[in-house]
Every structure is written in C-alpha cells, then in structure tokens.
C-alpha cells in the first residue's frame, strides 16, 4: 500500500445514546417489572404505574409541564428505594424537558442527577449529560497579553521545571494534514505561499511493519519543519517486537535529522481501531516501542494519544511518565454526532473535551492536540454551518492555548471526509472565509514556528487572567459561551462607556495602559441572534506605569506607584541604572546616592531632598513601600542630569541621560 492511501482509523460509534435511547424504549417493560416486585404501596400513596400512566397522558394532551412534578416524584420514589435505572430515567424525562423549554439552569440540575444515577448503577451512560450540562452553562471569561516575565510564563511550564522533548517554553507549535489537500498536498514547502508561513510540522500516517515514511521526511526537513507520525499497526497490536525492522525503522528516522512525534498506536482507548485491546498489552507495547527509539532515535519524541472520548478508560492505558513525551489527543468540532442530524452538537466545544485529560496530564506533560479540525459542512444532509465553522475556529486557536497554557502543539486535519465516517468537510479552501480567519490564526504572536527544546515565538508575550495589571498595552480576548449557542453581538463597556461592539469572530480588543485609569472596570454584554442580553460579565482592570530609559524598558521588584496624584519611582534601582552609588541610612531613613561630582540626599517623609547640598522641593515627600525607597519619578530622573518625558497614552515615564 502506498503511503499515499494510508489509512485513517475510523472514529468511536456513539453507543451512550443508543443504549439510552434503548433503555428509555423500555421504561414501561421496567416499570412493570418494578411493579411486579416492589412493596405492598400503601393506601395513600399512588402507585407508580398509574403516576406513569398520569404524566403520559398529560405528555399526549400536549401538557408536558403538568407531567414534570410527577416524573419528579417518580424520580425520587425510585431513588429512595436504590432503584437507580428507573431514577435515572425519570431523571432524563425532565431534563429533556427544560432543555427543550429554555430553561438551563434546571435542565443543568437534573442532567447531573440522571448521570449520578447512572453512576450509581454501574454504568457510564451519563457521560452525554454531563457534556449536556456543560454546555448549557454560561462561560464568559476574559483573557488578557501580557510581557513574557518569569512569574507570567510560570504557568507554561512543568511542574518539575523541566521542559520535555521539544518542548517550547511558551507558545504553540502549529501544524496541518494537508495530504488530501488537492493544492498542497505532500508538498509542504508550498505552505509559506499558500497559508502565508511555512507550519511548524506536517502529519503523516503510516502503517507498522511498512517502511519508515522517508519521503514525508524529506518533504518536511525541506520546509524547515518537525514531522508528526501517526504509527498504527493495523494487523494488530502483537506485530510490534523488539526486532530489526523497529529497529531499523528508528535508525531511519535518527539519519533524516529533524523533530519527530511519534503518535504510536493512537485512540487505544475507544474500541474501534485493530490495536483496541486490554491495557497490560497495549501498555507493554507502547514502552517496548519508546525504549527503542530513546535509545535508537534521539530526535523522536513518543506522543501517547488517547481519543477523547471514552474518557473514563483513558486513564487505564497510560504507559507512564518515563515512556510518554508528549500527552496528545484527537479533538473535533463537529455539528452532529457522527453525523446524524438527529443527535445535535452544537453547543460542544472543544473547551470542555479537554478538560479532563488537561487535568490528569498537564502539570507533567505538554499537551498537543494530535489532531484538530472544525466542520463547516456537514455532507449527509448537505447543509453548510459556517459561522459556527467561524465560532469555534476562533475558540480553537485563540482561546485554547489562552484557557490551557500546556497546549503546545495542534495539527489541523485539513480533509473533506465527504461520505466516509462523519460525512464532515473540514477542508479549509472549501470556505473563503474560514480559510482567511485560519491564516490569520496561525500569525498570531504566540504561535512558534520552529521545534526545538524552549523555543519561544518571535514576539515574546504570554496570555493570562485579565485581572492583572497590564504595562502599556494589551490584547484582551474573551471567551464566551451561551446555550444559545451563536453570538450576536459583544459590547465591551469601559468604565460605563460602550468603547466597541462585535458581531462576529474573532472577538477580542486592544486598550493602552492610558486608558485604564485607578478602579476601571470592563464589563461584557453578551446578546444573542435575536438581540437579547444572554449573559454579562465585569471585570476589573488595571495597568501599570512604566519607566523607560534610553529607550530600554526598565523592570524592578517594586513597580512605580502613584501617591497623591504623583508617580514615585524606585529610587536605588533608577539611581544605579545610571551608575550612582546608593547608602542608605537605617536610623535617619535617607538615601543618599553619589555620581561624580554630584550628591542627592533625600529622606523618607521629607518633601525636600538635597542635590550638592540646594535643597529641591518634590511633589510628594518620598515614601517607603514594601520595603523600597519610593520618590517623584520626575525627581529621580533629573537628580543626575537626565531629561524626563511623560507618555500618557501608555503610562510611560521615558528617561534619557544622552545629551
């Protein structure tokens, strides 16, 4: 078989709702049978067949909301008497009901309770309705830029503090499948012109026991990128041995050079793929094959990769930190359940799905979504779904590195599946303007285009809560999710004054330090397609002062402060920028610094200091803050002959001491 027509493993069949959906066809078999077996019920209590029977006649004479109060006590009776199939379906009954009403916050109430119930009854049936609940909940949250410091870059790293393979130390790594892109193709040294920069990696598939897939390599090494490895051994998982064609295909990859992520044996955990087995087995295997290639292939890092669904085996197959490099998973964003479009996903996101093995994995391991992509036509019933194409490409590359600072590496899978599996068109050339917003994603400043061991994008800014003061400017982007799934329109409303609206995708903002005066506050107003407010939010801001000198930003431990209208300064840290000598007197709290022929003394609470002696009257008297000697920036520019600017728009206090 030619690497060309590698095959792509089929994705996981939605069997949760199917054996919900069965269950539920049966409710009145079970209830017979409860019937049947259930306690003598006494006089006053109705009997919970006739209660069914009540609320299915109300349910046909299109009085549904009169049947809830019964289901609910249903669901309760059940419960009480540990019957937890019946309770859970009741359970599911009601939250149908206020899903489909409109009301989320109960529906959220009872989709928890249906998936405890099932829980409680040995089954996993509940994982749909818990992404149900989460779906339906209102998310406004509020990411802001900030200057690639240690304590912003902080959260980007291990908890070890040491960076994996090929880890960068912040930022993202993007790559693409392009092979069934009838422009690019496997030429990936076509991607600078076609998607405006060469992509950090290129992923290919390739079948065990097949050679080592040389011409994706070359292909890859000519376009200055990693290659990513999809290794599936489609005769089973028992064909991997430690013998001379693994190790031989290691070599092979060890003589081209470049990056490698090896996904071995990816979605072990769903039961669709050959290599679908008990964990023991895949286990053993997955080391056998990391064990070979650290030993054989350097520049291989080993990328265990689950599905993202059955969460709950996922877990279970992990082969452990030493054996793993990179924790990746295969992550879509699709209309429709594995198509059909009877079973409706559009309030998924991707935000939810990783959640769970973010959480299991990230403080050790980088995490990469293997591969990614967005549907933005759905084959089957020929319909196209382009703003929510829109929505959640935006979600994907902006928001998900912002929520998720241990993502560092996705793939798009850039394929129209046209009837195959899912029947999804992912295909970005197939929508104009989808394939501009991904251009323009893949540009943005965080995104780090080659692989190496701490790499860092070219512009060197972090993303984090927007809470924290900001110097000079930022970029805020808000992620925002409602159960009405499409936005209208966000207005961001600065301190009472509406500053901007949006109605599409990308969302997000830039404010100058000039514009968050002391107290601001930034509220989100969030409407739906039909003009409603669907959600607000408020969030504080604040920004800092900055000092520059000789045009070189200037960072210190105590950051400038106003005091009574007066910006103060860090006075030893500005006075030994510019080569003075500092002593500080404990007893009279006067610093005294000497450059030259010059000499500035200055005490704390004094709103005189001295230069050689000629006393200086200051805006302020000097303060102690935290511990720091705190002036009149102005003041401690001048006092050694430099000449002070102020830039208001970004809160700047520019020093020069050319002249």
């Not at 069997?15 to 003598?40: D, M, N």
């Not at 050079?257 to 050959?274: Q, S, V």
């Not at 964003?333 to 990783?354: R, V």
């Not at 103060?568 to 610093?591: N, S, Y």
Request: hydrophobic residues 40%; negative net charge.
């Amino acid at each position: 078989m030619s690497e060309s027509s590698k095959p792509i493993p089929t994705r996981r069949p939605n069997t949760s709702k199917l054996l919900r959906f069965c269950s539920r066809l049966s409710l009145c078999g079970l209830l017979a049978a409860t019937v049947a077996l259930a306690p003598v019920v006494h006089a006053a209590e109705e009997h919970p067949w006739n209660m069914h029977l009540r609320a299915e006649a109300y349910v046909n004479a299109g009085q549904t909301e009169l049947a809830v109060p019964i289901w609910d006590s249903l669901m309760n009776r059940f419960a009480a008497q540990q019957d937890w199939n019946s309770a859970a379906l009741y359970a599911g009954k009601i939250n149908e009901y206020y899903d489909a009403a409109h009301d989320y916050e109960n529906a959220i109430v009872y989709y928890e309770l249906e998936n405890d119930y099932w829980l409680k009854d040995g089954k996993d049936w509940g994982a749909n309705d818990i992404v149900r609940a989460n779906q339906l909940r209102t998310t406004v949250e509020l990411f802001a830029s900030a200057d690639a410091e240690p304590s912003a870059v902080a959260a980007y790293l291990p908890k070890s503090g040491k960076l994996a393979k090929f880890e960068p130390e912040y930022g993202m790594y993007f790559g693409i499948y392009s092979e069934q892109d009838g422009v690019m193709g496997n030429e990936f040294h076509k991607s600078a012109s076609l998607y405006g920069r060469n992509h950090s990696m290129y992923l290919a598939y390739s079948t065990y026991g097949e050679e080592f897939p040389w011409r994706y390599a070359e292909h890859a090494k000519e376009a200055g990128g990693a290659l990513q490895i999809a290794w599936q051994p489609l005769a089973g998982i028992d064909i991997v041995q430690d013998n001379d064609y693994l190790r031989q295909w290691a070599r092979k990859a060890k003589s081209y050079g470049l990056p490698i992520f090896l996904r071995f044996a990816g979605e072990m955990n769903g039961d669709w793929t050959p290599w679908s087995v008990e964990p023991a087995r895949y286990i053993e295997k997955f080391r056998l094959v990391a064990n070979v290639m650290h030993s054989e292939a350097p520049n291989v890092a080993l990328v265990w990769s689950p599905g993202d669904v059955p969460r709950y085996t996922m877990d279970s197959y992990y082969p452990g930190d030493e054996y793993v490099d990179w924790v990746g998973v295969s992550l879509y964003t699709e209309p429709y359940s594995h198509g059909n479009p009877d079973e409706s996903m559009l309030a998924s996101t991707q935000i939810e799905k990783l959640e769970e093995l973010y959480t299991l994995y990230a403080d050790r391991k980088p995490v990469m979504l293997s591969e990614t992509a967005v549907s933005h036509y759905t084959n089957r019933d020929n319909k196209a779904h382009h703003e929510y194409a829109m929505l959640n490409l935006d979600r994907l590359y902006r928001i998900m590195p912002l929520k998720y600072p241990r993502l560092k590496a996705m793939t798009y899978f850039n394929v129209d599946l046209k009837f195959k599996e899912s029947s999804n068109n992912y295909l970005l050339q197939d929508d104009p303007e989808l394939f501009e917003m991904y251009k323009q994603m893949i540009a943005a400043p965080y995104m780090v285009p080659e692989v190496k061991t701490g790499a860092k994008p070219a512009v060197q800014t972090v993303y984090r809560n927007a809470s924290a003061p900001f110097a000079k400017t930022t970029t805020l982007l808000p992620f925002v999710r409602i159960p009405d799934v499409f936005i209208g329109k966000i207005d961001y409303v600065l301190n009472g004054r509406t500053i901007a609206s949006q109605t599409k995708p990308p969302f997000g903002l830039s404010l100058q330090a000039g514009d968050v005066p002391e107290g601001s506050a930034l509220e989100l107003r969030i409407y739906d397609l039909s003009g409603q407010v669907a959600a607000a939010k408020t969030f504080p801001l604040a920004s800092l002062i900055s000092i520059e000198m000789n045009g070189a930003g200037l960072s210190f431990e105590q950051p400038p402060v106003i005091y009574n209208g007066s910006t103060l300064a860090p006075l030893r840290a500005i006075f030994e920028q510019m080569g003075a000598k500092v002593d500080w007197d404990a007893e009279t709290k006067t610093a005294v610094g000497q450059k030259g022929g010059t000499t500035v003394k200055l005490t704390i609470g004094d709103d005189t200091a001295y230069v050689n002696g000629k006393p200086v009257k200051l805006e302020v008297p000097a303060q102690l803050v935290n511990g720091y000697t705190m002036a009149p920036a102005r003041f401690v520019g001048e006092a050694f002959g430099g000449a002070v600017g102020w830039d208001g728009e970004t809160r700047t206090v520019r020093i020069s001491t050319r002249r």
